[in-house]
């Protein structure tokens, strides 16, 4: 696909993002709007994947180690094909297969229950573990939170990932520098980010603008032709990104639009198209 192709894409991302957080009246629409183009490129240009055959045993897997942003990887699921978009308006619902964190037992093209933070990358290192023990060929991508990465279990698993070279797995920061109770420096900055990961025996790449399309192609590009290491993109995003009203603010990290903030959110994304 060409990036214009992925950006209309990513547009209907962060549209499907918006009337889930809305209908659930919960959520967390930041971080997910922030990686809306990394969803996208993933589902859409880099990983092989089949929503006929979910559980096709040679996928790429994907594991949503920040997997309160579930709303962005519902809304991209749901765009690929996985199920119909409308179930997106069931989203923390129940009875819903779209729940406020991932489960890989109801929702199709889940590969990981997740929602701790820094449990999601060590499950993608062992995924990518149990490939190279099985000399199967399917990669491994990991989305991990510049505020999740505070957490020690992450660097646990990088240090494994790192000293057993696992050149299929590629692990992505959504840089966005908000969390929950404010930015990295006012709680507990990780930086430098790519420099822990070089530490760690990462390839890293760098990315100065996580919402462009083009760059993330070049990233991913990187991170394959690597080989003899894991792989790290840190990409510098936007958190809220393409709600004016929403982009780098650490309020809307996890409280979903009103009516009226709905509606002028979707009317912003209605322009861009």
Not at 247 to 260: F, I, L, M, S, T
Request: charged share 20%.
């Amino acid at each position: 696909m060409t990036n214009e192709e992925l950006a209309k894409i990513a547009r209907e991302v962060r549209k499907g993002i918006l009337v889930g957080t809305h209908a659930a009246r919960s959520g967390h629409p930041g971080g997910s709007l922030s990686a809306a183009e990394i969803f996208t490129y993933l589902y859409f240009e880099e990983m092989n994947v089949d929503p006929r055959n979910p559980r096709d045993p040679g996928r790429d897997r994907f594991v949503l180690s920040k997997g309160h942003c579930a709303p962005g990887l519902y809304a991209t699921l749901a765009q690929r094909g996985f199920f119909p978009v409308s179930d997106l308006e069931t989203l923390r619902h129940i009875g819903s297969h779209l729940q406020g964190h991932p489960n890989m037992n109801d929702t199709p093209g889940v590969d990981m229950s997740t929602g701790s933070l820094g449990q999601g990358i060590s499950a993608a290192v062992g995924m990518a573990i149990a490939a190279k023990h099985w000399g199967d060929p399917y990669r491994v991508y990991a989305l991990c939170g510049d505020g999740e990465i505070e957490e020690g279990e992450v660097w646990e698993a990088a240090m494994l990932a790192g000293n057993h070279a696992l050149d299929n797995l590629c692990v992505i920061v959504d840089n966005n520098n908000l969390q929950i109770d404010g930015t990295l420096d006012e709680v507990n900055s990780a930086q430098p980010i790519a420099d822990k990961f070089r530490a760690f025996r990462f390839n890293v790449v760098e990315v100065a603008d996580g919402n462009d399309l083009g760059q993330l192609r070049e990233a991913f590009a990187a991170a394959r032709a690597c080989e003899g290491a894991p792989t790290c993109i840190v990409a510098h995003t936007v958190k809220g990104k393409g709600v004016s009203f929403m982009e780098n603010q650490v309020g809307w990290h996890g409280k979903a639009p009103n009516d009226e903030q709905f509606a002028q959110a979707m009317a912003e994304l209605e322009r861009e198209a």
